[in-house]
């Protein structure tokens, strides 16, 4: 389940997740560290556009959990 720390992040035009300080993918979400012109900012769609992303939510959706509560 998502929390009020998880967002979506756009990057040069696409939408990332980001769980913490990384998006789903594994690009790092520290705008410390990215090069110049490469700016993260809130996305304003909730729909992942990140190939890499949308990869592994898809990867995801048949999985079943258990409750660790």
């Known amino acids: 389940m998502l929390d009020s720390a998880d967002k979506f992040i756009e990057a040069e035009g696409v939408v990332h997740l980001t769980l ?4 789903l993918c594994g ?9 110049p ?11 992942v556009s990140c190939k890499r992303c949308a990869a592994i939510i898809e990867l995801c959706r048949g999985v079943r959990i258990t409750s660790h509560e």
Not at 27 to 35: K, L, Q, T, V, Y
């Open 37 to 47: 012109g490469y700016e993260w900012k809130p996305a304003r769609s909730k729909a």
């Open 20 to 23: 913490g300080e990384f998006t």
């Open 27 to 35: 690009d790092a979400f520290d705008m410390g560290s990215h090069e």
